[in-house]
């Protein structure tokens, strides 16, 4: 059978770059209590393209059954927007091993919600992809899936994404699957954002936007600023060609004025960055 992937040019943006706005943006309590629709409308309004729905953020499990899931992805449709499913869920489990049942589940949830990307934390991966059964589950997929580099020392070392993608290509499954990189999670990892970008640019299909503020336990994630040149740096070493998210939190005493200021903030960074970029090759 014959695996159907998302080309990763699929994300080609021809005028702007597309801006995402992460669901935790506006706060986990609001987000709770007035469900993902009424911030993907919030969304809408600030000039986003696209939105990304969190599943540990939904106010009840049946927010995740395949009904609500649809109808919250025709709203988003509706509106215009694309979207991206996040699930906390690991890939592989802490002995290395591909946890099956949770990628058919992220996939199945995906489906139904319609979303164009599916995220998943990376979790244990300790050397050997199991890329053909995770090429099994995508078979017929309409989906991108994308695991994130995550805070802790498991799913966020450098080494495990770089191993990842190697091994993918030892099997002959170069582009089975691609990252969300996280720039302000490298902190946590005390890995500088752009060394990392000059290893795993080649596989990355969208990005995660924000800085951090603080150390160590009292380390937390924030807006980079306005002339924050190492953010800058790393948005020029990444592909030109994905979208962008906003996963810093706003304001919340102005929360669709935050959206809509660094909505339009980050589309403006992110095409000035484009420009000075290198394509990277789909070859």
Request: proline share 4%.
């Amino acid at each position: 059978m014959v695996v159907k992937l998302m080309e990763p040019r699929k994300f080609a943006m021809t005028q702007a770059v597309d801006i995402v706005i992460v669901a935790s943006a506006f706060g986990v309590d609001a987000v709770r209590a007035g469900g993902h629709l009424k911030w993907a409308q919030a969304s809408k309004r600030a000039g986003a393209a696209g939105f990304e729905v969190r599943r540990e953020l939904f106010a009840d499990e049946a927010d995740a059954a395949a009904p609500r899931l649809r109808a919250l992805g025709e709203a988003l449709v509706g509106l215009g927007l694309w979207a991206v499913y996040s699930t906390p869920a690991l890939l592989y489990t802490s002995d290395g091993r591909l946890d099956v049942a949770a990628l058919r589940l992220a996939l199945d949830e995906a489906a139904a919600l319609g979303a164009r990307v599916v995220k998943l934390q990376l979790g244990g991966f300790a050397g050997d992809a199991h890329g053909a059964a995770i090429a099994a589950q995508m078979d017929g997929a309409h989906v991108r899936l994308v695991v994130e580099n995550g805070q802790l020392a498991e799913g966020g070392s450098l080494a495990q994404f770089t191993g990842l993608f190697d091994a993918l290509a030892r099997e002959g499954r170069g582009g089975l699957l691609g990252m969300t990189f996280d720039i302000g999670n490298w902190a946590w990892r005390g890995v500088a954002p752009l060394d990392a970008a000059r290893l795993l640019a080649l596989h990355v299909d969208y990005i995660h936007c924000k800085t951090t503020v603080g150390e160590g336990a009292r380390r937390f994630p924030a807006a980079p600023a306005a002339d924050d040149e190492r953010f800058i740096a790393v948005l020029e070493r990444l592909p030109r060609d994905v979208p962008r998210g906003i996963e810093f939190p706003f304001d919340a005493s102005r929360l669709e004025a935050d959206a809509a200021h660094y909505v339009g903030w980050l589309a403006a960074v992110s095409t000035e960055s484009a420009a000075k970029a290198t394509p990277r090759s789909h070859a």
